[in-house]
Nanobody, 120 residues
Framework: QVQLEESGGGLLQVGDSLRLSCAAS????????MGWFRQASGKEREFVAA???????IYADSVKGRFTISRDNAKNTVYLQMNSVKFEDTAVYYC??????????????WGQGTQVTVSS
């Protein structure tokens, strides 16, 4: 059984930085993308970023240039470095094992989520 455990959420101000972490267990993840989604209050969950075993990454346009996803394969851990955060980055961030199916990214495995709140 896959387990995804996020950490690192919190309260920050516009322009601040924050790093989220997600430790995965229960499976060999070498053939999987690891990544992040987020869900703001009253909105649908949306794709944020994903990274494969080799470090190739992809981002949602809304975070490109501000967020960086990275991965430690030895630790089965994925990180999301959030820089220059904006008010609209406020959401619950979910660790996931995303896969691409048109028209976008989905996941069948989720962490419990970690709240990120950006105040102006």
């Amino acid at each position: 059984q896959v387990q995804l455990e996020e950490s690192g959420g919190g309260l920050l101000q516009v322009g601040d930085s924050l790093r989220l972490s997600c430790a995965a267990s229960g499976r060999t993840f070498s053939n999987y993308f690891m990544g992040w989604f987020r869900q703001a209050s009253g909105k649908e969950r949306e794709f944020v970023a994903a990274i494969n075993w080799n470090g190739d990454s992809i981002y949602a346009d809304s975070v490109k240039g501000r967020f960086t996803i990275s991965r430690d394969n030895a630790k089965n851990t994925v990180y999301l470095q959030m820089n220059s955060v904006k008010f609209e980055d406020t959401a619950v961030y979910y660790c996931a094992l995303p896969y691409h199916t048109p028209p976008g990214w989905r996941s069948g495995d989720w962490g419990q989520g970690t709240q990120v709140t950006v105040s102006s």
